[in-house]
């Protein structure tokens, strides 16, 4: 599709929908809407709205579908794989404005929210209800952004990933008109299940423009554990083991050798430099949980476990996490000459040893430096590369190792994302996953918006 370039006219028309301090054509209001958090080339759009009501983004959605101009939302900008660069320019909708939390049903677990609302502003908010929203990706992400990413973190293994928490929808569509999906019942098997298809969807076709979302019960008691393994292959079986003992772990975070030397460097936590698990347990009682807490040393020691430091209570918990929730900020802070591929993919668990071997083959001798970090519980490998940041002969390796690497995880049959999305960089690996489905993909997308205008250059190849 060829997309028209936005005229002068154009933001005339644009500017009478809004009011005047919520458009921006500015040079470095183009510029903070050109990247996410990726590695991926910036663009920018031509115009930024930041739109406060549902009936402004369906009026502008009307008119760019009209004039055929591209239309991309934005959240907080946190996604690591191009999902929010307009690639193709045109309008960049950024929801930052439009975050009010609109209503709080305690008894019913449910909130209904805006698309711009951070996750973190509203599990504050909920703080006294003894409630929360437990997806969480880490970054100050919104809701909109989640859903359309739909996001997960190092808890999904026992709270789920976003789509689990959506239960209403209105999503503006490209021809302007908004839709009302999902329920306010906890549960349905009312027709097809749209809510699922808006889910994860990046923003390609539709616009959501609020949400309910379900929430869960603050959990009352916490403990922890770091446990490091003489090899992959025990870290492994580990995390089977203690899923299949039925000990319900919140988090089971797996991290290499290398992450642990930086935590040792940063944290002073004097672990042997092996292959390392974080795991988290959430219950009522310390008595309770001390208890899962020697189930998971019997089944650890039981596989050759080097060293196995327990903590419980909430505090005992955070200052065990600490290190690993601040694993991002250090590779990043270690390597401030280096831009970093996030690359995430997610196997069976039981392929999980088998795609850590496969990357450190891959990488050994290439005096590349790298790290991988995995929710092991999901079989989500996240693997990052860091590479000099104008080292073409660099990138190009790193990439030729990264593409490998999915392909290997698709012949494991895994996914080329477990959280991340699409986006920009995993488009070439769409046709391999899902075969003759991607063709049913495409219509879907043709029906929804059939002139193609929002978030070009997306999802397919
Ligand atoms: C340090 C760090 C750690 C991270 N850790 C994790 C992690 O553990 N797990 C994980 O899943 N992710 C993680 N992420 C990635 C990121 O935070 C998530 O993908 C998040 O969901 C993005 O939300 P956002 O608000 O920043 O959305 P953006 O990045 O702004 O946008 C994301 C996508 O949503 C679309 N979009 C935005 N708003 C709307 C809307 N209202 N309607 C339709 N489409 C919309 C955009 O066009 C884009 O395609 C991490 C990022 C960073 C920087």
Redesign the pocket.
């Given at each position: 599709m060829k997309f028209s370039v936005l005229n002068e006219t154009h933001i005339r028309n644009l500017k009478s929908m809004v009011a005047p301090d919520r458009i921006s054509t500015g040079e470095s209001v183009l510029d903070l809407h050109a990247k996410?958090?990726s590695h991926h080339t910036p663009s920018r759009p031509e115009v930024v709205i930041w739109p406060v009501e549902p009936t402004e983004v369906a009026d502008i959605l009307k008119y760019a579908n009209d004039k055929l101009l591209p239309v991309?939302?934005?959240?907080?900008?946190?996604?690591?794989e191009g999902?929010?660069i307009p690639v193709q320019k045109g309008i960049v909708?950024d929801?930052s404005r439009m975050n009010r939390i609109l209503d709080i049903r305690e008894e019913d677990f449910q909130a209904d929210v805006q698309?711009?609302v951070?996750y973190q502003d509203l599990n504050e908010k909920l703080r006294h209800s003894g409630l929360f929203f437990p997806?969480?990706?880490?970054?100050?992400?919104?809701l909109?952004?989640?859903?359309?990413?739909?996001?997960?973190?190092?808890r999904t293994i026992y709270y789920g990933?976003?789509k689990d928490y959506v239960l209403r929808l209105s999503v503006a569509l490209a021809n302007g008109e908004i839709i009302e999906l999902g329920t306010r019942a906890s549960k349905t098997s009312s027709g097809y299940d749209l809510i699922r298809l808006f889910v994860g969807s990046?923003?390609?076709l539709?616009?959501?423009?609020g949400a309910t979302v379900r929430l869960v019960g603050l959990p009352v008691e916490f403990s922890a554990a770091v446990v490091t393994f003489p090899s992959i292959d025990a870290a492994g079986k580990t995390v089977f083991e203690i899923m299949r003992a039925g000990l319900n772990p919140a988090a089971l975070e797996l991290v290499g050798p290398e992450c642990i030397e930086l935590m040792n460097k940063e944290e002073n936590l004097n672990l042997n430099l092996c292959p390392t698990i974080f795991i988290e347990f959430h219950g009522t009682t310390t008595n309770q949980l001390t208890e899962v807490l020697e189930m998971a040393a019997e089944i650890c020691n039981a596989r050759g476990c080097l060293e196995f430091r327990p903590g419980v209570g909430r505090a005992e918990r955070d200052r065990i996490f600490k290190a690993r929730h601040a694993l991002?900020?250090m590779i990043v802070r270690n390597h401030s000459d280096c831009g970093i591929l996030i690359m995430d993919v997610a196997v069976p668990i039981t392929a999980y040893s088998e795609l850590i071997t496969t990357i450190n083959a891959e990488l050994e001798g290439t005096h590349l430096v790298s790290y991988y970090i995995s929710?092991a519980g999901n079989g989500n490998v996240h693997l990052n590369i860091a590479g000099k940041k104008d080292d073409r002969q660099e990138w190009d390796r790193i990439h030729h190792i990264a593409e490998r690497l999915v392909q290997k995880t698709l012949d494991l049959g895994g996914t080329a994302t477990g959280?991340?999305?699409i986006?920009l960089g995993k488009r070439k690996f769409m046709a391999a996953e899902h075969g003759k489905s991607l063709d049913w993909m495409k219509q879907i997308k043709a029906l929804f918006d059939p002139k193609g205008v929002l978030?070009p250059g997306?999802i397919f190849p």
């Open positions: 996410d958090q991309t939302g934005w959240g907080s900008g946190s996604s690591l999902n929010p909708l929801f698309p711009g951070v997806p969480d990706p880490g970054a100050r992400a919104t909109g952004g989640m859903i359309a990413n739909n996001a997960s973190g190092t990933s976003t990046e923003g390609t539709g616009i959501v423009v991002g900020e929710h959280e991340h999305g986006g978030n997306k």
